[in-house]
């Protein structure tokens, strides 16, 4: 269902392209990459289990108008899905512009995982940057549809604060996160336990981009550190999950 779901997003971005398209003049093109890292990461809570992932994604754009798909193996079976490893297929429409130095975006993206569809759940978000020093940028996800599972409910607002740089040849960025969680009385605990709002990770990241023929190699490195606070336990929760100080080592290709 998910899959049908999902490409019937993309085929619906696809019409908006060609009317565009057909109204400006203007080439679609049409970009990908493939990359592995030693682990998934996703807003502070490893994917994998700590385990490898392939992930890769295409995407078609015109304009300021885009619309892709992104892959990754995510968590391992552990006995339940019919013990297959569960796949994410993130399916994203965006169109992004800019108004002198301010930079300005807002899309949609349904979140998809092939075997587990209790997990689907799809957020819409807006963001804005500046074209200045340490290049500040601010974006705003709001869930949009529950998911069946108490993971993501509908009202879910995460925000990326981010900052950007180069030095010694290398891409520096560094990501501050903030939560806001639906509040929910049934299926989530209240506040003080593992779905307190707050402060909740800070990511930072190096890259580098090396041309080989007409392909670019990325080696890229970020560290994700939980910002959640203490449950009684002692450990830190996001998404009612147990989240760690966390590496990621990766390199992608793009085409």
């Keep these: 269902m998910q899959l049908k779901q999902g490409l019937a997003a993309l085929a619906l971005a696809a019409t908006v392209f060609s009317a565009s398209a057909a109204a400006q003049a203007a080439e679609i093109e049409v970009g990908g990459d493939i990359g592995v890292v030693n682990q998934y990461v996703w807003r502070g809570v490893s994917q994998t289990a ?72 799809n957020e819409v978000y807006a963001g804005v940057s500046y074209d200045g020093p340490l290049a500040p940028s601010l974006t705003v996800y709001y869930t949009v ?49 593992s779905y307190e709002d707050g402060l909740s990770v800070l990511a930072l990241g190096a890259s580098k981009d090396v041309e080989v023929g007409d392909l670019t190699v990325t080696p890229s490195f970020t560290v994700s550190v939980p910002l959640a606070s203490e449950a009684a336990d002692g450990n830190r929760y996001i998404y009612n999950t147990q989240s760690e100080v966390e590496v990621v080592a990766g390199l992608n290709v793009a085409f």
Aim: hydrophobic content about 35%; overall charge negative; proline content about 2%.
């Design 145 to 193: 549809t529950d998911g069946a599972v108490a993971f993501y409910k509908k009202g879910d607002i995460w925000v990326d604060l981010g900052v950007s740089g180069a030095a010694l040849g290398a891409d520096l960025s560094a990501t501050l996160s903030y939560v806001s969680w639906a509040s929910d009385s049934v299926n989530r605990p209240t506040v003080g336990t």
């Design 50 to 121: 700590g385990g490898p992932a392939v992930q890769g994604d295409l995407g078609l754009s015109t304009g300021g108008l885009s619309a892709g798909i992104w892959f990754s193996n995510a968590y391992p079976s552990g006995g339940n899905y019919g013990g297959r490893d569960v796949v994410e297929f993130d399916w994203t429409v965006d169109y992004s512009g800019s108004a002198g130095d301010l930079g300005y975006s807002v899309g949609t993206i349904y979140y998809s995982y092939l075997y587990d569809g209790l997990s689907n759940f």
